[in-house]
Nanobody, 116 residues
Framework: QVQLVESGGGLVQPGGSLRLSCAASGSIGIYAMGWYRQAPGKRRELVASVDSADNTNYADSVKGRFTISRDNAKKMVYLRMNSLKSEDTAVYYC???????????WGQGTQVTVSS
């Protein structure tokens, strides 16, 4: 089992940048890691993911603007968000999926608000 704690959210103007961090309570080497988001009245959606081999995947809406990365030694996952738009406003959640047991774990979420 792994516990996840997100940080780095906040209020930013359109065109601005933020970096979200996800701290894991244990080793993440055997986990596929991802960032999801949920806007009010909408379903939770995958934003970006990175597997144990550092292969990444992005939602079309964030390609070229967001970058996911992981540091297994520090037990951290990051989401760098550039050129933020109002439609990026959502609660962002970190997710970890154990590649052996297939169990998934969620963090508590961090709010990102893009507004002038």
């Amino acid at each position: 089992q792994v516990q996840l704690v997100e940080s780095g959210g906040g209020l930013v103007q359109p065109g601005g940048s933020l970096r979200l961090s996800c701290a894991a309570s244990g080793s993440i080497g055997i986990y596929a890691m991802g960032w999801y988001r949920q806007a009010p009245g909408k379903r939770r959606e995958l934003v970006a993911s990175v597997d144990s081999a550092d292969n990444t995947n992005y939602a079309d809406s964030v390609k070229g603007r967001f970058t996911i990365s992981r540091d297994n030694a520090k037990k951290m996952v990051y989401l760098r968000m550039n050129s933020l738009k109002s439609e990026d406003t959502a609660v962002y959640y970190c997710h970890a999926k154990n590649l052996i047991t297939r169990y998934g774990y969620w963090g508590q979420g961090t709010q990102v608000t893009v507004s002038s």
